[in-house]
């Protein structure tokens, strides 16, 4: 598994922005899909976004238009670009990979095999 952690949470006001960040190991890591996902208090794991080592993006439809997910393969480091924060967004986020699939075109929800401890996002109402 790849080796993955996260940074950038912290509080925020609503309406406000943050960057998080996710540091990955393994010299394959352009070839993997990443992803984010958040939990919240006794809610079940949710997708937020993800993108494929090609570029592609994909969004959950609750924060399409808020955030952004980039990569940047030369750091190992993906990002996920948070805007116009709600409380409701209010979670663990940690970024995972499929390191099983490389070169995956498609994002594939049941793929993610290895995950980061997560980095704790809190938006003030």
């Known amino acids: 598994q790849v080796q993955l952690v996260e940074s950038g949470g912290g509080l925020v006001q609503a309406g406000g922005s943050l960057r998080l960040s996710c540091a990955a190991s393994?010299?394959?890591?352009?070839?993997?899909?990443m992803g984010w996902f958040r939990q919240a208090p006794g809610k079940e794991r949710e997708f937020v976004a993800a993108?494929?080592?090609?570029?592609?993006?994909g969004f959950a439809d609750s924060v399409k238009g808020r955030f952004t997910i980039s990569r940047d393969n030369a750091k190992n480091t993906v990002y996920l670009q948070m805007n116009s924060l709600k409380p409701e967004d209010t979670a663990v986020y940690a970024c995972?990979?499929?390191?099983?699939?490389?070169?995956?075109?498609?994002?594939?929800?049941?793929?993610?095999?290895?995950w980061g401890q997560g980095t704790q996002v809190t938006v003030s109402s």
């Open positions: 393994g010299r394959t890591f352009s070839t993997y899909v």
């Open positions: 995972a990979a499929d390191a099983t699939r490389p070169y995956a075109v498609a994002i594939n929800l049941k793929g993610f095999n290895s």
């Open positions: 993108i494929t080592w090609t570029g592609g993006t």
